[in-house]
């Protein structure tokens, strides 16, 4: 009797051992199977946020490109009529006695002058409407 009493509880620690390593496994395949799953959610979101960067690089890229081209024509447009008053103001200089000359080169600078106004006045704007976004962004 006492025999067989110590086969049951060998055989129960052997079924006991059985069943922790049953289960074990099966925690370790299960823990696998989320760790898999968590690395490949991780994954796609990476993927996922590198488009955007790459798109944003793309837009930024763009941005600049529209913006130098922007400043290459402003430049020019701005140049030309103050190369023109400069050049006025130096005929004046030279012949300040001819008051009609003088006149007539006034006209034209102030032609220039509104000209530059006008082209300012989109800068001053878009100047104030940057300034209106970064005081809204803090």
């Given amino acids: 009797f006492y ?5 049951g509880i060998a055989v129960s620690n052997i079924i006991y051992e059985l069943n922790k390593s049953l289960i074990g496994g099966r925690i370790d395949k299960i823990y ?4 898999a799953m968590a690395q ?3 994954t796609a979101a990476l993927e996922e946020k590198n488009k955007q960067l790459q798109e944003a690089v793309v837009q930024a890229r763009k941005a600049n490109a529209a913006k130098s081209n922007f400043l290459s024509r402003m430049s020019h447009d701005m140049r030309t009529p103050l190369n023109g008053i400069v050049g006025l103001l130096k005929i004046d200089e030279d012949h300040f006695e001819d008051q009609e000359l003088v006149k007539e080169n006034h006209k034209k600078m102030q032609i220039s002058a509104d ?7 989109p800068l001053q704007h878009s100047g104030k ?10």
């Fill in 3 to 7: 025999t067989m009493a110590l086969d």
């Fill in 40 to 42: 490949r959610e991780y």
């Fill in 129 to 138: 409407n940057r300034s209106k976004d970064h005081d809204n962004q803090n």
């Fill in 32 to 35: 696998q199977q989320k760790e």
């Fill in 115 to 121: 000209h530059l106004h006008r082209l300012g006045k």
